[in-house]
Nanobody, 124 residues
């Protein structure tokens, strides 16, 4: 069993920044890929970013590319999502997720474990 706990969400003005963290436990964190997804009210959950086990491969959705950065610290069993130049449309619950693979993937169906989510609200 894998436990994922997100933190770092909150209220921020448009143009501001936040850094989300996801602490993982329950299995060897360093050999698995990790990802971030988000879900806005009334919308389906969508892919945001993913990172391979080594951190050498990353993927981003077009909507966040150039503004968000995913990274990981395997010594701390933690994955991060640095969010800059935030927009109102970034408002959502952000979820950390772990697939059963070392390879980064954009497909939600391949993620086996999910955190409880952290709210990010961007005001104008």
């Amino acid at each position: 069993q894998v436990q994922l706990v997100e933190s770092g969400g909150g209220l921020v003005q448009a143009g501001g920044s936040l850094r989300l963290s996801c602490a993982a436990s329950g299995r060897t964190f360093s050999i698995y890929a990790m990802g971030w997804f988000r879900q806005a009210p009334g919308k389906e959950r969508e892919f945001v970013a993913a990172i391979s086990w080594s951190g050498g491969v990353t993927y981003y959705s077009d909507s966040v590319k150039g503004r968000f950065t995913i990274s990981r610290d395997n010594a701390k069993n933690t994955v991060y999502l640095q969010m800059n130049s935030l927009k109102r449309e970034d408002t959502a619950v952000y979820y950390c997720a772990a697939p059963g693979s070392t390879s980064a993937t954009t497909l939600a169906a391949l993620y086996d474990y999910w955190g409880q989510g952290t709210q990010v609200t961007v005001s104008s």
